[in-house]
């Protein structure tokens, strides 16, 4: 299993923008460190133009280190669930193609089972209007996004983009999980 400091876990996500997941996730407690990056794909160390061709077979994903004391690997896919839209495939609203997928990298087998009985979970609930499109995909080489993308909404958050798609989703996700924020 990928390990970050010694005592915590990483999940890998990709819930469409990594704009988005990352600025979601930098509010939840138990979360260390948040990176935005890019993995699923066949070029090595691609550039986000290579990944945004849709031809490197690469998803914008985020790496989420987290301490499993405080949140488990099951609450952090439940907040990736809630924060994005599940049910669409390769896209999320106007953001299109295959790097914009939603997609669960587990780290180990326990992560997988995890993933699976929560989508069966959500399957069985009915809780979305259309079937989950979500992929759970085999781990593979995780590569760092270009450093202007790291904490993307922090440094940008008038930005169109960051003011008018991140802000409401970040708004939706305080209501949600507003016992999950960090203090």
Same mark, same amino acid.
């Given at each position: 299993m990928e390990q970050g400091r010694e005592g915590t876990e990483v999940?890998?996500?990709g819930g469409g923008c990594f704009w988005c997941t990352?600025?979601?996730f930098q509010q939840v407690q138990g979360v260390l460190e948040v990176e935005s990056g890019y993995t699923g794909g066949q070029v090595d160390d691609p550039t986000y133009e290579q990944v945004c061709s849709g031809e490197t077979g690469h998803a914008e994903v985020v790496r989420v280190t987290f301490d499993p004391a405080v949140i488990s690997? !099951?609450?952090i896919l439940e907040i990736f669930f809630?924060?994005?839209d599940p049910t669409t495939?390769? !896209?999320q609203g106007n953001d299109v193609g295959t790097q914009y997928r939603s997609a669960i990298f587990p780290h180990s087998p326990a992560q997988r089972e995890t993933a699976e009985a929560l989508m069966r979970e959500l399957t069985e609930q009915r809780l979305y209007d259309a079937p989950l499109v979500t992929r759970i995909e085999p781990e593979q080489t995780y590569w760092p996004a270009e450093a202007y993308h790291q904490n993307y909404y922090r440094q940008h958050p008038n930005q169109g983009y960051c003011a008018f798609v991140i802000s409401p989703k970040l708004a939706k996700f305080r209501e949600k999980f507003a016992h999950r924020l960090v203090r």
């Open positions: 999940a890998t996500l990352e600025a979601v690997y !099951r609450e809630a924060t994005h495939l390769n !896209r």
